[in-house]
């Protein structure tokens, strides 16, 4: 049990009860709601842990950041020969969740296509594997999250009412930053803690008392995640007053600009990243500068790729044509990296 | 004499959970009120054994009905359940398919919601002094 739901304020306490009044029960569908950087996926993870589902996987998957034509083949896996180029059978991460929690992040993007075929797994408890006419049982604890109104995303018909009621047996709200400073405090001495156990070496002195009273009166518009971010600078880099002042300045602009023009390449691009970040220094020599560009060329081409095949109703003779590779190539691109047409 | 039957009554919507309440304690019932779904999980969990009957509004914030019928059900299934909202069709589907013994639409006619308790309770137990 790794997950501690760091805070005091009433609202913290009240996603602690429940917590721990519906883990035991994994039949529930929850929906966990709350602005980006709020810790949606903490809470997830904290339920996963509380739940007997903890010795199996916990399968996280972004619905904003892949692409349409890609998440249903990510959810549901493919057979092999479902389509040119699928050589090879493939898990979808419903099946890899397989008695333990597929936690489905921006749900409130997922398109209308396939909100259609999560629903009829939650009804059913069964999904095929994309080209496969077998029924698979799921054994999956669905835990959803997102930022999104999602009751006014039904009036505009962007998100199915039914599907909606059926993720929302259990409801949990997580309050911004800002409505809950009360927390803050006890924010700051818990990641100070984890970033002195990580980095030993360090010598890391916790934050000098004007510099913590400056953190505690922030708004923080980015939530925790930018109260981590500031927090890491400031222990491993280090910063004078002026700087952090300009660090809360522009982190505040750059989460702005982040939520407004945040694409689904940027989204994963910065999962990548945080993974990165958030490895320890021991970890990070297994990264290599050379591996970190190579994955983000791929993410990128995958994403290009696919919208030029969309484009061109996969025409893929008429795609290279645009893309300026050979026919070849782009075959070989498909294959490579799981291309799949979608339905 | 006759032993009351205890009713667990779950509702957000205060008004309409004090004017079951005291409707059905002028019918002679033992009402047990709980004014959300953590309040009313609780409740169950903690009186669990010696509840005759729930009943429970479907939409709520943080833990809704359908969620506490889920749960009663696996704990209890012989409990009776009767699910009520005013929100369509969707959720009465969905209790149903967990099953509720019996779903109702708002606005409700308690005399009509008294005869179901009646029909979905077991016979009193008759104690003797």
Redesign the interface.
């Known amino acids: 049990m790794s997950t501690i739901l760091v805070g005091i304020s009433p609202g913290i306490q009240?996603i602690r009860?429940?917590i721990d009044?519906?883990s035991l029960?994994t039949?529930?569908n929850v929906v966990i709601t709350g602005e980006t950087g709020v810790g949606k996926e903490v809470v997830a993870r904290a339920l996963y842990e509380s739940s007997p589902r903890h010795k199996k996987e916990f399968v996280k998957v972004n619905c904003a950041a892949i692409p349409d034509t890609l998440l249903e083949s990510e959810l549901f896996g493919v057979e092999q020969g479902a389509y040119t180029g699928a050589n090879r059978k493939r898990k979808g991460k419903f099946e890899l969740a397989d008695g333990g929690v597929l936690f489905l992040d921006e749900i409130g993007d997922m398109s209308f296509h396939l909100q259609a075929k999560l629903l009829h797994v939650l009804q059913s408890g069964e999904y095929n594997r994309l080209g496969s006419e077998n029924n698979m049982k799921s054994n999956t604890w669905v835990i959803s999250a997102t930022n999104h109104n999602l009751k006014q995303k039904i009036e505009e018909k962007e998100f199915r009412?039914?599907l909606?009621?059926?993720l929302?047996?259990?409801?949990?709200?997580i309050p911004p930053l800002r409505e809950r400073p009360e927390d803050i405090p006890e924010l700051i001495r818990h990641y100070t803690q984890i970033y002195q156990d990580k980095y030993t070496e360090r010598k890391i002195t916790p934050l000098d008392p004007e510099t913590f009273n400056k953190l505690c009166h922030f708004s923080w518009p980015g939530n925790v995640r930018q109260l981590i971010s500031v927090l890491q600078r400031i222990l491993l880099i280090g910063c004078d007053e002026e700087t952090l002042d300009e660090i809360l300045y522009d982190k505040n602009n750059q989460n702005k600009n982040a939520t407004d023009t945040a694409t689904p390449i940027y989204g994963q691009l910065m999962e990548e990243l945080q993974e990165i970040v958030n490895s320890s220094p021991d970890n990070m020599t297994t990264f290599s500068l050379k591996q970190i560009k190579r994955n983000a060329t791929n993410i990128v081409e995958k994403e290009v790729i696919s919208q030029v095949l969309d484009i061109t109703n996969w025409n893929r003779t008429h795609a290279s044509k645009i893309l300026k590779v050979s026919y070849k190539t782009l075959l070989t691109k498909i294959d490579q990296l799981d291309i799949i047409r979608s339905n | 004499m006759t032993s009351k039957a205890n009713i667990l009554i779950i509702d957000d919507n205060t008004v309409f959970l004090d004017m079951i309440a005291m409707y059905l304690t002028d019918k002679q019932y033992h009402v047990l009120p709980a004014k959300n779904g953590?309040e009313g999980?609780?409740l169950f969990n903690s009186h669990s054994d010696i509840i005759d009957l729930v009943i429970t509004d479907i939409i709520m914030?943080?833990?809704?009905g359908?969620?506490l019928i889920?749960?009663i059900k696996?704990k209890r299934p012989a409990l009776p359940v009767i699910a009520i909202s005013g929100f369509g069709e969707?959720?009465i589907?969905?209790a149903e398919e967990l099953k509720a013994d019996l779903t109702m639409g708002k606005p409700l006619v308690l005399r009509e919601l008294e005869s179901q308790i009646a029909l979905l309770l077991p016979p009193p137990s008759v104690s003797t002094v």
Request: no cysteine.
């Open positions: 009240k009860e429940i009044l519906v029960d039949a529930l009412e039914d909606y009621y059926r929302n047996m259990v409801r949990i709200n | 953590i999980l609780k914030p943080n833990i809704s359908t969620a889920s749960i696996k969707h959720p589907t969905l």
